[in-house]
């Protein structure tokens, strides 16, 4: 476990102050054997698609293991283009405001590096994926969460956002559809969020890599609605979507003034890509999308079994309607949600991520992955609901 008096002598007073991942540091601790059913990690049980592979070993058998571009090959930021303009109207010119980075993770800490200054304040609506807050702090900005509200699911609201701007304000940080709560926001939503981000003058980073994950309704970006593209940064990937964790590769979108700037520190940091990792996008692009819808179906075969199953045994959960996270209540165990995730893990083998590592309005609730097997959900609601059923609050 992390202990700040080890870290060392050596480390810089803001890596010392951040605390590792809240989603890694609890699975250190599964040591509950091997037929544990992990619902914690954000990962695809599916496979890259077999013809996505197959391109990759010929690319590798030609050689194509070069350097690309610092912004990455041509014919993705092309094929992205077109993408992005067909999927979520979004229209970005491949020369200058598209570049590929390594994941979607690279890309939020480019974009936060690219616009923050010592100070400057970051709106994050919460409970929010773990590593928004300490990229920020590292980079000599403060975090201001914006609660969101389950009775409201989680969604975020321009009362909230409003109450929460200050002179102090630059950066709305967004992840919708969300993890962990796998709330999604329509163009209604938006409207007055646009309102406030251009009355306020603020700077958006849209972390939209759950995108292509929504349920009987279509994404609808921020960034597409009028006065938004020119303040707004998009970020996605293949990882989630497309079957493509171990791949690295990600993409950031936006005005060229602040993707010239991201491009900048990218050229110093990782400089490109990994090439085959961007043909892989560029096939998937291509020949995957298929394979996408496929996975994607059964995405929400495995949501609507699963959530039904967790309000059945009396942990109250909100219908998701995008990413592949449930987020049910514990509320009614009286147990915390790191007591009841360590509990669960111990005494039923089912490893859930407490809610509290997501930030404020987290305490409460677990998440709970939903991409793996419908056969494993089954297992697991059945382990949960033992559990529930005997369980006597610590």
Known sequence: MYNEKNAGPFLSSSVREIRPSG??????????????????????????????????????????????????????????????????????DPCDEIF???????????????????????????????????ITHLHGGKVVEVITKPEEKFKLTAQALRAAITPHSKVLMLNYPSNPTGAVMN???????????????????????????????????????????????????????????????????GPRELIAGMLKIHQYTAMCAPTIAQIAAFESLRYGLAAKDEMMASYNERRKLFVAGLNAIGLTCHEPEGAFYAFP???????????????????????????????????GFIRCSYATSLAELEQALERLGRFVQVLQPV
């Open 23 to 92: 989603i890694r540091a609890f699975f250190d601790l599964n040591t509950a054997g091997g037929d544990t059913i992990a619902l914690g990690v954000g990962e695809p049980d599916f496979v890259t698609p077999e013809k996505v592979r197959e391109a990759c070993i010929q690319a590798l058998r030609e050689g194509k293991t070069k350097y690309t571009s610092n912004a990455g090959l041509m014919e993705l930021r092309e094929e992205l283009s077109s993408y992005l303009a067909n999927s979520f109207a979004l229209s970005y």
């Open 100 to 134: 590929v980075t390594v994941g979607s993770s690279e890309a939020v800490d480019l974009a936060l590096r690219a616009v923050l200054d010592p100070g400057d304040e970051v709106l994050i609506p919460a409970p929010s994926y773990v590593a928004y807050e300490p």
């Open 187 to 253: 163009k209604e939503d938006w409207q007055p969020i646009a309102e406030l981000v251009i009355e306020h003058n603020l700077v958006v980073i849209s972390d939209e890599v759950y995108a292509e994950l929504t349920y009987g309704r279509k994404h609808a970006s921020l960034a597409a609605l009028p006065g938004m593209k020119e303040r707004t940064i998009v970020i996605s990937g293949f990882s989630k979507a497309f079957a493509m964790t171990g791949w690295r590769v990600g993409y950031a979108c």
């Open 329 to 363: 209540s514990i509320s009614s165990t009286g147990m915390s949600s790191e007591q009841f995730a360590l509990r669960l893990l111990k005494e039923a083998k089912v490893a859930v991520v407490p809610g509290h590592v997501f930030g404020s309005g987290g305490e």
